[in-house]
């Protein structure tokens, strides 16, 4: 029983093959993960996919690389979308300064527009975070994020930073980086941040874990991700995947 929080299954990858990389996963022991939908055709498509299958759950909202494309009717398009009973979270929102495609200011702006909107529909939000911890972690406290509270997706930074997160109410979230053997800080968040606030997830078409890295990415190997929380932690796998499993179906309200 896995729980893969944070899959682009949606994405235009997966055309050709989605049924056996479903069928894959469900092999592995995945039995729920999260389609995230960050733009237009790809908020679709996630909405498609939940339609059909019943393990599957969405969020939606709108990533920071695009934030200047995103219009006012977007944002009510995603509140109306939130009533849906397959939505579960709003996301991926956050700041993104590797890229340079929207300023910063404007990143800023609809990433509080969606902490908001998650605030008045209640439901949790999940954040994209690239080289903007601090500015990120402000928001957060500013716009007092703690009341819906969330996940730190795909999490890279440091133990510290994940402790900040989790005492405003976010959970950690681990993908394939922890697997890599140069990956110091994830290993560290993963041997420091207590079980109860960790959740694992592939982000899947991107960063596939090991032996797997550079490939597309799918949800059956989220597996090697909590082995690999295992084995850092002393546990076993079983108590690694039914804790990540127990966490995220309380985060986004799933029985
Ligand atoms: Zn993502």
């Given at each position: 029983m896995l729980f893969d929080t944070h899959a682009h299954l949606n994405d235009t990858q997966y055309n050709e093959d989605l049924e056996e990389v479903i069928e894959r996963a469900q092999t592995e022991g995945v039995s729920n993960m999260v389609i995230v939908g960050f733009d237009r055709p790809t908020i679709q498509r996630a909405m498609e996919l939940v339609e059909r299958y019943d393990f599957m759950f969405a969020c939606v909202g709108w990533h920071p690389v695009d934030?200047?494309?995103?219009t006012d009717e977007d944002l009510v398009w995603i509140e109306e979308l939130?009533?849906?009973?397959?939505?579960?979270a709003i996301g991926e929102m956050g700041l993104d300064?590797?890229?340079?495609?929207?300023p910063k200011d404007i990143q800023k702006e609809v990433f509080r527009k969606q902490i908001r909107l998650a605030k008045k529909v209640k439901l949790p939000i999940v954040i994209h975070n690239r080289e903007a911890t601090a500015d990120i972690v402000e928001i957060l406290k500013e716009e007092e994020a703690e009341e819906v509270g969330g996940i730190m997706h795909c999490f890279s930074g440091s133990p510290e930073v994940a402790k900040e997160c989790v005492k405003m109410n976010f959970y950690i979230s681990l993908g394939?980086?922890?697997?890599?053997?140069?990956?110091?800080k994830p290993k560290e968040v993963a041997a420091e941040i207590p079980l109860e606030k960790l959740l694992i997830e592939t982000d899947c078409p991107y960063?596939?874990?090991?032996?797997?890295?550079?490939k597309r990415n799918e949800p059956g190997y989220v597996k090697l991700v909590a082995e690999q929380i295992a084995e850092i932690k002393g546990l076993t796998f079983e108590e690694v995947a039914k804790a990540t499993t127990q966490n995220a179906k309380k985060l986004f309200g799933i029985k």
């Open positions: 934030a200047i494309d995103m939130t009533s849906h009973p397959k939505v579960v300064y590797h890229w340079d495609k929207s394939g980086p922890v697997t890599f053997k140069n990956a110091k960063l596939a874990p090991h032996p797997y890295r550079g």
